[in-house]
Nanobody, 123 residues
């Protein structure tokens, strides 16, 4: 059964850190780029970051320098290390498998979605 399962979300104070994980199963993980999206209340889902099959990376301007994406193909897992978190980072975070990262900011072309994990940044 094909699955993408996110974990690692939670409540954190501004300036804090979280590491999200996206564990994949049921498909050939190495063949896919993996992206992270987020959706805040009342807003559209937006692309945050993406890592390609060759480990090249993309980041939205809003998270550049604070978030780091990585992948461990042996564990079929992608990570999103989030540092210096801000209240505006509060959202549900989703991982997604896609053919490439060229349009990492768009949902178009995503093959598979995870169910999401809540991240809340608040004092």
């Amino acid at each position: 059964q094909l699955q993408l399962v996110e974990s690692g979300g939670g409540l954190v104070q501004p300036g804090g850190s979280l590491r999200l994980s996206c564990a994949a199963s049921g498909f050939t993980f190495d063949w896919y780029a993996i992206g992270w999206f987020r959706q805040a209340p009342g807003k559209e889902r937006e692309g945050v970051s993406c890592i390609s099959q060759s480990r090249s990376t993309n980041y939205a301007d809003s998270v550049k320098g604070r978030f780091t994406i990585s992948r461990d193909n042996a564990k079929n897992t992608v990570y999103l290390q989030m540092n210096s978190l801000k209240p505006e980072d509060t959202a549900i975070y989703y991982c997604a498998a896609r053919p490439h990262c060229r349009t990492y900011y768009s949902e178009t072309g995503v093959n598979y979605w995870g169910q999401g994990t809540q991240v809340t940044v608040s004092s």
